[in-house]
């Protein structure tokens, strides 16, 4: 089975432009879950969302927003893109939200490389 | 809230010595807790889960992390360090209730040495 694809791999932006990074979860998973990597520092958490609604939202700017779609993948849009926005971004799927032992196990994706110039 | 602390940025072992990475956490509730495992630049692969249902968790490739409550601590070991092990690890801390998510810890770089 394949797992969670993230598309582009790599991408070079400069200030104030936008960006739109995309998700494809695990088959079967409805929930997915996006975080930024800056170099040198653990994964934040930036959103998740479960069966197309948003179930949660990290600290991070409005400048920052994501849709799921039918199909349960996923974009991540960024706009007004700064300098400090370079970084790794994952996907991460789940099949739901919570099982019957507590948090659902996500599965990350290869991430999205952002360079910002 | 809930929160990890990873106690070394970085540890060294030699190839064929134990391993021995530290994790913390604090939680509201009985947490759900990860261990994970990032090469370089690769995505992260789950090592092991912590559901409640044993405090010692056996994970892939000869890691196992034991649960202890009382110290708030949920720490990876493994026997023998192989080179191929080499990689930086985050701990991982999950509420058992509500809809928040995910909370990683820094991490920490292992580096083996032959």
């Known amino acids: 089975d394949a797992g969670v694809t993230q598309s582009p791999t790599h991408l070079i932006k400069t200030r104030g432009q936008q960006v739109t990074l995309r998700c494809s979860p695990i088959?079967?998973?409805?929930?997915v879950s996006w975080y930024q990597q800056v170099l040198g520092q653990g994964p934040q958490f930036i959103f998740q969302?479960?069966?197309?609604?948003?179930?949660g939202r990290g600290n991070f700017p409005d400048r920052f927003s994501a849709r799921q779609f039918p199909n349960y993948s996923s974009e991540l849009n960024v706009n007004a893109l700064l300098l400090g926005d370079s970084a790794l971004y994952l996907c991460?799927?789940?099949?739901?939200?919570?099982?019957?032992?507590?948090?659902?196990?996500?599965?990350f994706g290869p991430g999205t490389r952002l360079l910002v110039l | 809230a809930q929160s990890v602390t990873q106690l070394d940025s970085h540890v060294s072992v030699s190839e064929g010595t134990p391993v021995l990475l530290r994790c913390n956490y604090s939680?509201?509730?009985?947490?759900?807790l990860f261990w994970y495992v990032q090469h370089p630049n690769k995505g992260l692969q789950l090592l092991l889960k912590?559901?409640?249902?044993?405090?010692l968790v056996k994970g892939i490739n000869g890691f196992e992390a034991e649960f202890k409550k009382s110290e708030t601590s949920f720490h990876l070991t493994k026997p023998s360090a192989h080179m191929s092990d080499a990689a930086e690890y985050f701990c991982?801390?999950?509420?058992?209730?509500?809809?928040?998510?995910?909370?990683f810890g820094k991490g920490t770089m292992l580096l083996v040495s032959p």
């Open positions: 088959s079967g998973h409805k929930s």
């Open positions: 939680s509201s509730y009985s947490p759900s």
């Open positions: 912590y559901t409640s249902a044993a405090t």
């Open positions: 969302y479960y069966e197309k609604e948003e179930r």
């Open positions: 991460a799927s789940s099949f739901g939200l919570r099982g019957d032992r507590g948090w659902e196990t996500q599965y």
């Open positions: 991982v801390v999950g509420p058992n209730s509500g809809y928040s998510t995910l909370t």
